[in-house]
């Protein structure tokens, strides 16, 4: 039910430029890497609009290559406006975590 | 050459179908027409259906093939939902590039899932919801603007295509001398306005039967209207001058430029209107 909330597409849009700053890569990696850091059942079907959407928006460079399985496979690399945009976001949620953890520190204490 | 997949088969099993039946029809009406209403004219329309519906067909086997390059190696699951997804990016407003685009990443997507042996439903959830999410990635557009543009276009196509075939069956001396029937005009109109989009929103929503029922509907309210203001309206002037006025619709070179201004001025609005969408994602 969460996986719809615009709060959870704001945290997975973060986490993307996350690990694509880490290294560059493909949308199946970059869904098995989501799978693996907690997210376990996300699905392509949230993860590419998302891609897409950071692509347009220009955070990331898109390179087309040749690929065994099947149609060239697009890479996803982080421009200089992405490293940017991932540098706002760790800030707001650190900032953000901080004073959710004291709301519910004390609530829960 | 890749084997077309089962439901491509059956599009072009049913496309085929239908094309014999229209070069029946045609024959048949060529064979039992009275000799003397016959003329020319006919052999020449019989000629035109025959090639148009030979292009037709062998353009959509193209389509299948090479669609089927990679889509060929999916597994049915995987293959049905490709479909579907590429059905209902057709009711879209992006253009044919992005959409080409898009259906080589989900592609490559759907083969990655399918070799790690994943069960569909895990991979796309809700399709509608999943085209709905790839439509807002490009940002706003406004599906009405665009179906009203495509209209405009489809209508100056079919128009000029009229006048064309008319031009051609009827030899008249001058391209610009040729006159259509006023009654084609609202006919294009409908189909390039109502039946078109329409067409486009039932595929996408995978509305086949509906959209075969709508169009044998819309097809039979039209001739039956036609047939009965025919037969009983013709002393009405209006309907008089519906079917029997001839007009001039494009007579001249200065006409024909601005029916082509206002074909690419629309072509223009369309990249006008996607080209601002991704800036304004790109000033968020």
């Known amino acids: 039910m969460i996986e719809n909330t615009q709060l959870l597409r704001g945290i997975l849009e973060g986490c993307i430029l996350a690990l694509i700053n880490h290294k560059e890569s493909y949308g199946y990696l970059v869904i098995e890497k989501l799978r693996e850091s907690g ?4 699905q392509e079907s949230t993860v590419y609009p998302i891609l897409n959407r950071l692509e347009k928006r220009g955070l990331f460079d898109c390179k087309r290559r040749p690929s065994k399985l099947g149609p060239p ?27 959710v953890d004291i709301i519910l520190e004390e609530e829960f204490k | 050459m890749r084997p077309i997949k089962k439901q491509s088969k059956k599009i072009v099993m049913f496309s085929a179908v239908l094309f014999g039946l229209l070069t029946i029809a045609a024959a048949a009406m060529l064979i039992f027409w009275p000799k003397s209403e016959q003329g020319e004219a006919y052999l020449w329309i019989l000629i035109v259906i025959i090639i148009l519906g030979l292009v037709s067909l062998g353009i959509l086997i193209i389509l299948n093939v090479r669609r089927g390059k990679y889509a060929a190696l999916l597994q049915d699951d995987y293959y049905k939902m490709y479909e579907r997804i590429a059905a209902a990016l057709q009711n879209s407003a992006l253009s044919i590039f992005e959409r080409r685009e898009v259906l080589l990443d989900i592609a490559d997507l759907l083969l990655q899932a399918q070799q790690k042996n994943r069960p569909i439903n895990t991979v796309i959830g809700n399709v509608d919801d999943f085209v709905k999410g790839i439509k807002t990635s490009f940002g706003y557009r406004n599906n009405i603007i665009f179906n009203l543009l495509s209209g405009i276009q489809n209508v100056t196509y079919g128009l000029i295509a009229v006048q064309v075939v008319l031009y051609l069956i009827r030899g008249t001396d001058s391209f610009f001398n040729t006159t259509i029937g006023l009654m084609i005009i609202p006919y294009v109109a409908f189909v390039s ?5 329409l067409k486009r929103y039932l595929i996408s929503k995978q509305k086949k039967v509906w959209f075969v029922a709508a169009l044998i509907g819309i097809v039979a309210v039209y001739i039956g209207a036609n047939e009965l203001l025919h037969k009983f309206g013709m002393n009405i002037p209006w309907v008089q001058t519906y079917f029997e006025k001839e007009i001039n619709f494009i007579g001249s070179w200065v006409i024909l430029t601005v029916l082509v201004t206002v074909v690419a001025l629309s072509w223009f609005i369309k990249w006008y209107i996607r080209f601002r969408s991704i800036k304004n994602l790109q000033a968020e």
């Open chain 2, 193 to 197: 306005f109502l039946l078109i989009p």
């Open chain 1, 39 to 42: 997210f376990p059942d996300i």
């Open chain 1, 73 to 99: 496979r697009k890479y996803y690399s982080i421009s200089e406006k992405g490293r940017m945009e991932l540098e706002g976001f760790a800030e707001l949620w650190k900032n953000t975590k901080q004073n």
